[in-house]
């Protein structure tokens, strides 16, 4: 079946290095999502990509799609203490309508 | 304000016993989900459904099963409650796959401990 993986599965950074996590999945995907789930929170929302090749930035957060839409990263520019929390890729396949996570990277910034 | 909810916070059950997990959403999503999530796994699905009465195996439906009576409310069950359940299970609700934006939804998650 669909497999999603993701590393780091942890890193510590200290605050204002970058920060980068990888998603690899194990076939071709329609589209991919990322969400962060702070510490004793739920998942939250950041982007979703679709099209092969496509970036986008949120302030300092720059997500990429590859151009065989089998992988994904999110790079975080000069990290800040608020960045803390686990960061999910997740991936759907065509014709599906569900969603594999990967199995996160947890972010840590030491101050 | 969109809100995903979930039954109980935290929930401490016996080995054996029938357990219900209740999410109620309000923004009227088709498709809402059931994980699991375990450390060093990630988010695992257990169930989904994209229209009431409408569910699907996910990876993991192995000991569960789910109801979808009304559209703002997907139940999860745990016919027999084990200990390898004990877990923090996760519901989710998206809107329809052909509107473009599938973002889900998240509730606060419901930490069960079996004993």
């Known amino acids: 079946g669909q497999q999603v993986m993701q590393i780091p599965q942890y890193q510590h950074v200290q605050e204002g290095e970058d920060f980068t996590t990888y998603c690899n999945s194990s076939?071709?995907?329609?589209?991919i999502q990322w969400y962060k789930q702070r510490p004793g929170g739920h998942p939250v929302f950041l982007i979703q990509?679709?099209?092969?090749?496509e970036v986008k930035k949120q302030k300092r957060l720059t997500f990429q799609f590859g151009e065989a839409k089998k992988n994904s990263s999110l790079h975080i520019t000069a990290t800040q203490t608020t960045d803390v929390g686990t960061y999910f890729c997740?991936?759907?396949?065509?014709?599906?309508?569900?969603?594999?996570f990967g199995t996160g990277t947890r972010l840590k910034v030491l101050a | 304000d969109v809100k995903v909810t979930q039954s109980s916070r935290y929930l401490v059950k016996r080995t054996g016993e029938k357990v219900f997990l209740e999410c109620v959403q309000d923004m009227d999503h088709e498709n809402m989900f059931w994980y699991r999530q375990d450390p060093g796994l990630g988010l695992r699905l257990i169930y989904f459904s994209y229209d009431v009465k409408m569910k699907e195996k996910g990876d993991i439906p192995e000991g569960y099963s789910v109801s979808r009576e009304k559209k703002e409310r997907f139940s999860l069950i745990l016919e027999s409650a084990s200990t390898n359940q004990t877990s923090m299970y996760l519901c989710?609700?998206?809107?329809?796959?052909?509107?473009?934006?599938?973002?889900?939804?998240f509730g606060q998650g419901t930490r069960l401990t079996v004993v």
């Open positions: 076939t071709t995907l329609s589209n």
């Open positions: 990509l679709v099209k092969s090749g």
């Open positions: 989710a609700s998206s809107p329809p796959l052909e509107g473009g934006n599938t973002e889900a939804f």
């Open positions: 997740a991936g759907r396949t065509s014709g599906t309508y569900k969603y594999i």
